[in-house]
C-alpha cells in the first residue's frame, strides 16, 4: 500500500520560508512522479510542483521562481522548499504520488496533509 507522510507545516509570516518533507514508500519513489498540490478553503486544487523519475521538474505560475521541489534517494523523500511566501500561498499542502504523467497528479495518492499559514 502507497503512503505518504508530510510535516515542515507550520505558521510564517509573510516573506518567510518554510521547507515541506514528505516521505513514501520506496517502492513508488524511483517510478512515480512526486509532486506537491494545495487546497484553500473556497478554492480549488491546484499542483504547484513536481518531479518526475528523471529529476524533471515543473512548476505552477503562481509559485515558480520562489518554491523548489527535490528528492533524496537514499532517504525516500521529496521536499518542498518555499521561500518570499506570502498570504496568498496559505492553504493544507498535500504530498502525492502517481504512476503515470505528472499531469496527473491530482488523481493520484496522497499524504494527510500538513497546514501552511502565512500571516501579512
Known amino acids: 500500500q502507497v503512503q505518504l507522510q508530510e510535516s515542515g507545516g507550520g505558521s510564517v509570516q509573510s516573506g518567510g520560508s518554510l521547507r515541506l518533507s514528505c516521505t513514501g514508500s520506496?517502492?513508488?519513489?524511483?517510478?512515480?512522479?512526486m509532486g506537491w498540490f494545495r487546497q484553500a478553503p473556497g478554492k480549488e486544487r491546484e499542483a504547484v510542483a513536481t518531479i518526475d523519475s528523471d529529476g524533471s521538474t515543473s512548476y505552477s505560475d503562481s509559485v515558480k521562481g520562489r518554491f523548489t521541489i527535490s528528492q533524496d534517494h537514499a532517504k525516500n523523500t521529496t521536499y518542498l522548499q518555499m521561500n518570499s511566501l506570502t498570504p496568498e500561498d496559505t492553504a493544507m499542502y498535500y504530498c502525492?504520488?502517481?504512476?503515470?504523467?505528472?499531469?496527473?497528479?491530482?488523481?493520484?495518492?496522497r499524504g494527510q496533509g500538513t497546514q501552511v499559514t502565512v500571516s501579512s
Open positions: 520506496g517502492y513508488i519513489y524511483r517510478n512515480y512522479c
Open positions: 502525492a504520488a502517481v504512476g503515470s504523467w505528472c499531469d496527473q497528479l491530482l488523481f493520484g495518492f
